[in-house]
């Protein structure tokens, strides 16, 4: 059973808003920050957003700042990504990431688990 799978991807005029969310199974939630990542075609991977365990503290990638809005509800398990002002450019494949009690948003590697991810696409 893959943790965690995300869904709300689709097809968004530039300007427009779009949600994605990751629903966790299988994880002590709490315990975990989650993090967004994206992909484009023919790009390496880069962070987006991230929360701690508490929702307390995120962090955001430069180029969303002001823009996309990360939070979690940890009585449900899930964890989602409010995107909004949507650019051409912010197309890509979005996963989401789990890392157990460990803060190093950025740091792809220290996560534990991933998403198989939910593809957003901004058109011009």
């Known amino acids: 059973q893959v943790p965690l799978v995300e869904s709300g991807g689709g097809l968004v005029q530039a300007g427009g808003s779009l949600r994605v969310s990751c629903a966790a199974s299988?994880?002590?939630?709490?315990?975990?920050?989650m993090g967004w990542f994206r992909q484009a075609p023919g790009k390496e991977r880069e962070f987006v957003a991230a929360?701690?365990?508490?929702?307390?503290?995120?962090n955001y990638a430069d180029f969303v700042k002001g823009r996309f809005t990360i939070s979690r509800d940890n009585a449900k398990n899930m964890v989602y990504l409010q995107m909004n002002s949507l650019k051409p450019e912010d197309t890509a494949v979005y996963y989401c990431?789990?890392?157990?009690?460990?803060?190093?948003?950025?740091?792809?590697?220290?996560?534990?688990?991933w998403g198989q991810g939910t593809q957003v696409t901004v058109s011009s």
């Open positions: 299988g994880l002590v939630f709490i315990n975990y920050a």
């Open positions: 990431a789990a890392a157990l009690l460990n803060w190093r948003p950025r740091v792809g590697s220290v996560y534990d688990y």
């Open positions: 929360i701690k365990w508490s929702g307390g503290t995120t």
